[in-house]
Structures are given as structure tokens and as C-alpha cells.
Antibody, heavy 120, light 109 residues
């Protein structure tokens, strides 16, 4: 079975940084796109960022571009989301999800999410 | 910007309900890469439909998808109590980006 596990969430002050990690097991990790999706309290899902299999392509939603950086370590089956200059509206549950061989492919495997709270 | 979904939908057990998802000619209308997810409170989303009308293994055929122009639709047939959840559409939007709909809360009466 494929398992997706996020970690690294927590409470951080506005302007601070946080690094989320996501480990995917049970599959050939290096072949797949990985995505981050967030959900603010009581709100809907929002796509945040995606990375391709060999880290040559990373894309971001406009509100986080320039502040968030996604990376991956295929040897460790892990992706990271470095979040800098955090703002209150970045507060959300962040989900990591394993995609497919193409960015538009099905996103079938999701983690349980990690909570990020930006507050003073 | 986000795809447009009705905020709510409802139906009685055994009935069918259809949820719409309206995008633009740059996302839903441009690609046959629309997915639908179900999310119960406090849980991660579950993939129901991908590539407009394909079901992953384990998803019952009560769930079906379609698309016409810039609007995709999810139909849930034979409504069951456990179908009460929030449903999200999702589309490829070009340039290696993705976009979600705002979500539709389905109530089983």
C-alpha cells in the first residue's frame, strides 16, 4: 500500500519560516509528481505547489510564489516545502499528495495533513 | 482563479444528485483532466473520478463524471447516508499548474 506522511507543521510567528516534509512509501517514488495542497479552517482545498520526478520543474500558486520552495530527495522518498515570510493567511492544514507520471495525472494518494498556524 | 461549484446540494436516499464545476477555456474547457474528490470532516480527500470520467479501483459506479465545454459534472446515484460530504472538482490549468473548485457540501436528507 502507498502511504503518505507529512510532518513539520506547527506554530510560527508572522514573517517566520517552516519546513514541511512528506515521505511516500510503498511505491517507486522517483517516478511521480508530488503536490502540496492546503486547506484553511472551514475553507476549501487550494493547490499550492507541485514538483516533477527529477526536480527539474516546480510550480506554485501565485500567493506563495517567491516565498515557498518545493524540493525532493528521491533517495529518501521525501519531498520538502520550505515556507518563508509566512503570513496569517498561510495558516492551514497542508496535505501532501502523490500524483502520477504527468502533472495532470490522477492524485490518488494523500497524507493526513499537517497543521500550520501563523500567529503572534 | 478557483473553479466555480455550487456551495450546497442535497438529495434523499436512493436519489441522484449532480454537482457542477465551471471553469474556463484555459482549464476545464481546455483539457480532459478533471478530477473529483470527496472529503469527510476531518479527513483527507479521496479521489472519486479522474480524467473526467474514470474511476479508480474501489470506487463504486454510483459515482460518474462528465464534461461539456467549460463545465464538468459529478453525478452521485443511489444516494447513501455516507455520501454526505464535501465534494471538490480539480482541473489541470496549463503550465504545470492545477486548480480546485470551492467545494460543494452534499446533504443526504
Amino acid at each position: 500500500d502507498v502511504q503518505v506522511v507529512e510532518s513539520g507543521g506547527g506554530l510560527v510567528q508572522p514573517g517566520g519560516s517552516l519546513r514541511l516534509s512528506c515521505t511516500v512509501s510503498g511505491v517507486v517514488f522517483s517516478s511521480y509528481w508530488i503536490h502540496w495542497v492546503r486547506q484553511a479552517p472551514g475553507k476549501g482545498l487550494v493547490w499550492v505547489s507541485s514538483i516533477n520526478s527529477d526536480e527539474t520543474i516546480t510550480t506554485y500558486v501565485d500567493p506563495v510564489r517567491g516565498r515557498f520552495t518545493m524540493s525532493r530527495d528521491n533517495a529518501k522518498n521525501t519531498v520538502h516545502l520550505q515556507m518563508d515570510s509566512l503570513r496569517a493567511d498561510d495558516s492551514a492544514v497542508y496535505y501532501c499528495a502523490r500524483g502520477d507520471h504527468y502533472v495532470w495525472g490522477k492524485v490518488a494518494y494523500w497524507g493526513q495533513g499537517t497543521q500550520v498556524t501563523v500567529a503572534s | 482563479s478557483a473553479l466555480t461549484q455550487p456551495p450546497s446540494a442535497s438529495g434523499s436516499p436512493g436519489q441522484s444528485v449532480t454537482i457542477s464545476c465551471t471553469g474556463t477555456s484555459s482549464d476545464v474547457g481546455a483539457y480532459n483532466f478533471v478530477s473529483w474528490y470527496q472529503q469527510h470532516p476531518g479527513k483527507a480527500p479521496t479521489l472519486l473520478i479522474y480524467d473526467v470520467n474514470e474511476r479508480p479501483s474501489g470506487i463504486p459506479d454510483r459515482f460518474s463524471g462528465s464534461k461539456s465545454g467549460n463545465t464538468a459534472s459529478l453525478t452521485v446515484s443511489g444516494l447513501q447516508a455516507d455520501d454526505e460530504a464535501v465534494y471538490y472538482c480539480h482541473s489541470y490549468a496549463g503550465s504545470d499548474t492545477l486548480v480546485f473548485g470551492g467545494g460543494t457540501k452534499l446533504t443526504v436528507l
